[in-house]
């Protein structure tokens, strides 16, 4: 029972050193939390093209154009006052839902939001996006293997993206 005990007491030991000193770490800016907590699609949100950032972050799937995923923008929802915080809102009756994306055609890098929905996650997601000027928003959920693609055309009257 005692070495038992001392096992546990070292591996409580060893885990409370490395939690402090990965805390330490992370507080003098060696290591930020998106680099330590998150995985990131770098090739996906610095792609140029509409194409290459979906291609990168949903793969190659059916592309199925349909009512499963609604979409809404704003309020009135084709236009937004300021391009540095549309309001964006995404639902959908899918089922399986493994990534949803989306993207600005007309921003620098198109890609503006990329989501990998846990089981816990509910739909509506509302989130706010930078639109550089007139575009086309496009919604792209991947669920089952197939790509669902939605899109809505806002007119911006003060650019968010430079």
Known sequence: MSDSF????RKI??????ASTLALVAASGL??????????????F???TLEDAILTFLGEAEEVDE???QFTIGSPPTYA????????????????IQRVALLVEKNPFPLAMALEPTPAMRFPFKTMLKVAEDS????????????????RYVEIDIGGCA
Do not use: C, F
């Not at 290591?31 to 996906?44: E, G, K, M, N, S």
């Not at 006052?81 to 399986?96: C, T, Y």
């Not at 928003?137 to 089952?144: E, G, N, Q, S, Y």
């Open 6 to 9: 001392d096992e546990y007491r």
């Open 13 to 18: 030991i060893k885990q409370s050193i490395s």
């Open 31 to 44: 290591i930020t939390p998106r680099v330590l907590l998150a995985h990131w699609p770098q090739d996906a």
């Open 46 to 48: 610095n792609a140029e």
């Open 67 to 69: 009512e499963a995923i």
């Open 81 to 96: 006052v300021n391009g540095a915080s549309v309001p964006v809102e995404i639902s959908s009756s899918l089922q399986n």
């Open 136 to 151: 086309e928003i496009i919604a792209m959920v991947r669920a089952d293997d197939k790509l669902y693609r939605t899109s």
